[in-house]
């Protein structure tokens, strides 16, 4: 339980990216009044709640329904979370953890951003979705191993609604080093996890016995 806890904690912690969430935030929301910036915080993180808990809990079965195998699955997650680590190491933006330019642009133009850029990509990517849909089908039906992926997802959602209330003094303490240098240490973390699933994908896969591989 404590391992299935603690990959679940890390991986979602840097796919997520709370630091990150609260940098992009401070930063769109910088002329918002503070009131409408807690409410869009609150909403935003309440819908991506919605939508990690849906593919943790759907996910298996859509897969299935499209005829993709879980090896896949895990070898095509753990190259797209390998990429993410990487450019988390190296401090770049990655597309499943941060917004382009012209989306940003695009939310800068808005007056309420919770929905979108806010609760997807920034907070749900699709880093985040892949995620849950990978750490749930590793619990094999087990309901308490279940129940623990969806707690750690709301428990990095929650540290993420506290970064985003409190960005502001967040980016003023520790600056965008400070920020840098989180991500860093979790883009490593994660690197490792992505590494992992690449070798549990290809080992289910058969491939290296020779076997066949099953949906």
Do not use: C, W, Y
Request: glycine share 12%.
């Amino acid at each position: 339980m404590l391992e299935t806890f603690g990959v679940a904690f890390a991986t979602f912690f840097a796919t997520i990216g709370p630091f990150d969430v609260a940098a992009v935030f401070a930063g769109l929301t910088a002329s918002v009044p503070s009131k409408r910036r807690r409410q869009m915080a609150v909403r935003g993180t309440v819908i991506a709640a919605g939508i990690l808990v849906l593919f943790a809990l759907i996910g298996e079965v859509l897969l299935s329904g499209l005829g993709i195998s879980l090896a896949a699955l895990r070898t095509a997650g753990g190259v797209l979370l390998l990429l993410m680590g990487i450019d988390m190491v190296f401090a770049r933006n990655s597309g499943g953890t941060s917004t382009t330019d012209e989306e940003e642009e695009e939310a800068r133009a808005k007056q309420d951003i919770s929905v979108f850029p806010l609760a997807t990509p920034l907070i749900a990517g699709p880093g985040a979705m892949g995620a849950s849909i990978l750490i749930m089908a590793d619990t094999e039906g087990d309901l308490l191993l279940k129940a623990i992926v969806i707690g750690s997802i709301l428990l990095v959602l929650l540290a993420t609604l506290v970064m985003l209330l409190l960005s502001g003094q967040i980016h003023r303490l520790i600056g965008n080093t400070g920020m840098h240098i989180v991500s860093r240490v979790m883009g490593v973390l994660l690197s490792a996890l992505a590494v992992q699933f690449v070798f549990d994908g290809i080992t289910q896969s058969g491939l290296l016995a020779g076997g066949g591989m099953s949906v």
